[in-house]
C-alpha cells in the first residue's frame, strides 16, 4: 500500500485527521527536561505517548532538529512513532537538482512523507515523486501573509501562482503519492483549489495557534476522506504552564480538535 491508503486505514482506526506537529522549541521544553541527553526526545516520547491514540500522523519540523543532537532526536522520534503504530511526515520543504535533491529523497527511507518545494520545477522533485510507496506534499498556498509575495501573482492565463502549482501538482500525481500543503486561513481559497484538484489530499496547517477555519479544514481539505489538518503549538504547548503534568494538557488539546473537526467529517 502507498501512503494515502495507509493513511486512509490510519484515519479509520484512530476516527481523526489531526497531524500533531512535533516542533520542539528547546526554550519551550520543561525544565525538568533540560537534563536529559536528548531533551527534545525526551519531551517528544512523553508527547507521542500522550497523543497517539487522536493523530491520524505525528509531523516533526526539520527545522528543529538540524544539529549533530537534534537529527539523534529525530531519528528516535521516528522509530518511536513507528512503534505506536502512527506515520511520520516530516516537514522538510525540500527540494533541489540533480545529486542533491536526490540525497534529500532518501529521507524517505525513514519517513512515511515529506513536505517538498515546488519552485524548482518538476525534475527537482522527480526523486520524491518517483517514490511510490511515500507521500509527497506540495507547498502551494501558505498561510503566512508573505505568502502572497509570490503566490498571489498572476499569470499570464490569468491564474495565481499557488493555482498553478495546484494544477502542476495534479499532473505529477502519475503514482497517486501527491497532496497539497494549503493553508486554512482563507476558505474560499481553500474552496476553489478543491474544485480543481478534487483527488489531491490537502495537509491543512494554521487551525490551531493560526486560528484557520476548521470546518473549511475539513470540508475542503479531505479527498474520499484521506487528509490532515495540523496542530503543532496548540497541542504540544498546551501544557506550557503545568510542569511535570504538560503531556497531560497536550493529550486534552489533541481530543479536543480531534472531536471538532470530527463534526464536520462526512466519512
Keep these: 500500500m502507498n501512503f494515502f491508503d495507509r493513511l486512509h486505514d490510519r484515519i479509520r482506526t484512530v476516527d481523526s485527521v489531526v497531524s500533531v506537529g512535533l516542533d520542539p522549541d528547546p526554550a519551550r521544553i520543561p525544565d525538568h527536561l533540560r537534563e536529559y541527553d536528548l531533551p527534545r526526545w525526551a519531551f ?3 508527547i507521542i505517548d500522550a497523543t497517539h491514540e487522536h493523530a491520524a500522523v505525528f509531523k516533526p519540523n526539520a527545522a528543529f532538529y538540524e ?10 522520534t521516528v522509530a518511536y512513532a513507528h512503534g505506536k503504530d502512527v506515520p511520520v511526515l516530516l516537514d522538510a520543504k525540500r527540494a533541489d537538482i540533480g545529486n542533491t535533491t536526490r540525497q534529500y529523497a532518501k529521507l524517505l527511507e525513514t519517513v512515511d512523507a515529506i513536505t517538498v518545494n515546488p519552485y524548482m520545477g518538476r525534475d527537482s522533485l522527480q526523486p520524491f515523486l518517483a517514490d511510490e510507496e511515500s507521500g509527497v506534499f506540495v507547498l502551494c498556498r501558505t498561510s503566512n501573509p508573505g505568502g502572497a509575495d509570490v503566490q498571489d501573482l498572476e499569470l499570464e492565463t490569468g491564474e495565481p501562482v499557488y493555482e498553478r502549482v495546484a494544477a502542476l501538482a495534479d499532473l505529477w500525481n502519475e503514482n497517486d503519492n501527491v497532496g497539497l500543503v494549503v493553508g486554512a486561513t482563507n ?16 495537509l491543512v496547517p494554521g487551525v490551531g495557534a493560526q486560528g484557520g477555519d ?7 481539505g ?4 484521506v487528509g490532515l489538518v495540523n496542530s503543532s503549538r496548540g497541542i504540544i504547548f498546551a501544557g506550557e504552564d503545568a510542569g ?7 493529550e486534552r488539546a489533541a481530543k479536543r480538535l480531534k472531536e471538532r473537526l470530527n463534526r ?3 466519512e
Excluded at 476558505?187 to 490537502?202: A, N, S, T
Excluded at 476548521?214 to 475542503?220: C, I, L, P, Y
Design 187 to 202: 476558505p474560499d481559497e481553500l474552496e476553489d483549489l478543491r474544485e480543481k484538484v478534487p483527488d489531491l489530499p490537502f
Design 44 to 46: 517528544n516520547r512523553r
Design 67 to 76: 544539529d549533530p543532537d537534534g537529527w539523534r532526536a529525530l531519528a528516535e
Design 214 to 220: 476548521a470546518e473549511a479544514a475539513v470540508e475542503f
Design 264 to 266: 464536520y467529517r462526512t
Design 222 to 225: 479531505l479527498a474520499n476522506g
Design 244 to 250: 511535570e503534568d504538560f503531556a497531560k494538557a497536550s
